[in-house]
């Protein structure tokens, strides 16, 4: 998967995302305040469709890094890569 998703999290949550944003919620935040609804909304359909295919936590992990460009690891904290995935579809579609 490439699109929408890996934009948004590759411009935002980058190698220097944590100097910039400070924590992931201002990350989010900024691309919710910062990109079109359209986009973010196929973001979040792009997200969906990733959970849609029941990986486990360990490859949607790779695809978070590999495939999205992101950088954020949401296990420090203290969430999983799918629980953050589907919270941040729902942000993105707002």
Known sequence: MSGAAAVLLGAYLHQDWQG??????????????????????????????????DLSEADLERQLNAVLCCEYRPQADGLTVRAWLSALAAHLDR
């Not at 944003?21 to 973010?40: K, M, Q, S, T, Y």
């Open 20 to 53: 910039e944003f400070g924590n992931a919620d201002r990350a989010v935040a900024a691309i919710v305040a910062g990109e079109p609804l359209a986009i973010r909304q196929q973001a979040a359909a792009e997200l969906r469709a990733l959970l849609d295919h």
